[in-house]
């Protein structure tokens, strides 16, 4: 069973940058992983992945120069750095897992893909 914790999530302002961190209780080095936020009222929608080996990313058009994941095999740990962010980032930010193959280089962007999910943090961005 692969249980994951998200933390970092806060309260920052307009322009402003947070570093989410998940970590797992199991090595990932064989796992893809993947981050995802719901805004109240929202569906869940997908912010961000990252291939086994980390060779491979995938970002959201929403995200995308502002958002970077990133991965530690060594600590079991993704992070998500947040920057200039905006009130519309604010949402409950969940990470993801799924096994996955280091040769492929896989990212999986559907939520349906992922079995393992992290129970979210909270990010507010205040205008």
């Known amino acids: 069973q692969v249980q994951l914790v998200e933390s970092g999530g806060g309260l920052v302002q307009a322009g402003g940058s947070l570093r989410l961190s998940c970590a797992a209780s199991?090595?990932?080095?064989?796992?893809?992983m993947g981050w995802f936020r719901q805004a109240p009222g929202k569906e869940r929608e997908f912010v961000a992945a990252?291939?086994?080996?980390?060779?491979?990313?995938n970002y959201a058009d929403s995200v995308k120069g502002r958002f970077t994941i990133n991965r530690d095999n060594s600590k079991n740990t993704v992070y998500l750095q947040m920057n200039s962010l905006k009130p519309e980032d604010t949402a409950v930010y969940y990470c993801?897992?799924?096994?996955?193959?280091?040769?492929?280089?896989?990212?999986?962007?559907?939520?349906?893909?992922?079995?393992?999910w992290g129970q979210g943090t909270q990010v507010t961005v205040s205008s």
């Open positions: 990252i291939s086994v080996s980390g060779g491979s990313t």
């Open positions: 993801a897992a799924e096994q996955g193959s280091w040769a492929t280089g896989t990212v999986y962007l559907s939520e349906y893909e992922y079995r393992y």
């Open positions: 199991v090595r990932i080095s064989n796992y893809a």
